[in-house]
């Protein structure tokens, strides 16, 4: 989703110069990029890079309730109080609705308000063992937690931890250090990501049909596909972050949740 959110904002911004720039956040409310030309659009794990001459580098994230709107320049008004960011040349309007980060950083500084990421699933520079590395690093956590913490790897959201999970028949709630083959778990996420990332849906079971596109995800008190067990759903992981999960108790047998 992010990456080609990035690609759009790409296609329509770089190398076009900002005839508007308008930060509707507090913070930024007085910046204004009008006259610079964007140099690129680029994603990093979750994270949507907008870099413009002079240095700067426009860092968003959607969070999770963020979305960008591209459309052909003064389409449309731009009135609505979900509005964060907008920014525009004489062809195009890109809008950012209920971003969840929105700031203005140096682009030579980008490595030290981003280095916390793990290796990004999608990005250039992926890299498998050091993900892994990551993951056991913390070898009691639940693997459901872990696959989502962007500081072990950049790049997987809830469907896609629900769907591998899934896949590699490994319980949400299995102690990392005791999945087996987390190079295989972490190759296929990435896989499943890469297969998607131009699509709009998001499909993991190679059914794009509706209601059939994933395995467990969004799936609860429905039969498994595999083996008919109902689908199961909890809460896990922080509460700030986007939390509940999907799981098949009989396909992924193991650790189950706190009651
Ligand atoms: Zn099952």
Redesign the pocket.
């Known amino acids: 989703m992010v990456w080609r959110t990035a690609r759009q904002l790409h296609d329509a911004l770089a190398g076009r110069v900002l005839t508007r720039s308008d930060f509707r956040v507090p913070r930024y409310a007085t910046s204004d990029l009008t006259g610079r030309t964007v140099s690129e659009a680029a994603s990093r794990g979750k994270h949507l890079l907008i870099r413009v001459d002079g240095d700067l580098t426009v860092h968003t994230h959607l969070r999770m309730d963020g979305s960008w709107r591209i459309s052909a320049a003064n389409s449309r008004p731009l009135t609505d109080h979900k509005i964060r960011l907008v920014l525009a040349n004489t062809q195009w309007l890109a809008v950012g609705y209920q971003l969840g980060i929105v700031e203005l950083i140096r682009t030579s500084a980008e490595e030290r308000a981003l280095g916390h990421l793990g290796p990004d699933l999608l990005g250039p520079d992926w890299d498998a063992a050091e993900a892994v590395r990551r993951l056991v690093a913390e070898p009691q956590r639940p693997i459901g937690e872990a696959l989502m913490d962007q500081t072990n790897l950049a790049g997987i959201g809830n469907l896609y931890k629900a769907e591998t999970l899934?896949l590699r028949g490994i319980s949400p709630w299995q102690p990392a250090g005791e999945v087996p083959k987390l190079d295989e778990m972490v190759e296929l996420a990435r896989q499943l990501l890469d297969a998607n990332k131009e699509r709009i849906g998001q499909v993991t079971t190679g059914n794009p049909a509706r209601g059939q596109e994933t395995w467990?995800y969004g799936r609860a008190g429905r039969?498994?596909?595999?083996?008919?067990?109902p689908?199961r759903r909890a809460n896990q992981g922080q509460p700030t972050q986007d939390r509940v999960t999907f799981w098949?108790?009989?396909?992924?047998p193991g650790a189950l949740p706190m009651a």
């Open positions: 899934f467990v039969p498994c596909r595999r083996c008919g067990t689908v098949c108790p009989r396909c992924q």
